[in-house]
Nanobody, 125 residues
Framework: QVQLVESGGGLVQPGGSLRLSCAAS????????MGWYRQALGKQRELVARIISGGITNYADSVKGRFTISGDNAKNTVSLQMNSLKPEDTAVYYC???????????????????WGQGTQVTVSS
């Protein structure tokens, strides 16, 4: 069974920095992409940043120039460095992975989206 475990959320003052990390574990055959989404109170979940196998990245316009996503294929991890944080960045941040899970019992491989539990980021003075 695939699990995504996030770490690094917390409370930070405006202008500060935080680094989020996410590790995927389980019978992972291939990862196509990993990324971060966020959901603020009363709003829909939105893409923050995503990195595709091969290193291609894309960012929400609201975080370009402030956030940097990076991945380690060997460790099945993704990180999000968040600088110059603003109060509007406050949200629950979710790690996401588009990957193929190898079911060793039935001998199948299934590509699907997986989500972490979420980590709270609060930007406030």
């Amino acid at each position: 069974q695939v699990q995504l475990v996030e770490s690094g959320g917390g409370l930070v003052q405006p202008g500060g920095s935080l680094r989020l990390s996410c590790a995927a574990s389980g019978n992972i055959f291939k990862i196509y992409a990993m990324g971060w989404y966020r959901q603020a109170l009363g709003k829909q979940r939105e893409l923050v940043a995503r990195i595709i196998s091969g290193g291609i990245t894309n960012y929400a316009d609201s975080v370009k120039g402030r956030f940097t996503i990076s991945g380690d294929n060997a460790k099945n991890t993704v990180s999000l460095q968040m600088n110059s944080l603003k109060p509007e960045d406050t949200a629950v941040y979710y790690c996401n992975a588009d990957l193929v899970n190898a079911d060793l019992v039935v001998g199948s491989m299934i590509r699907d989206d997986y989500w972490g539990q979420g980590t709270q980021v609060t930007v406030s003075s």
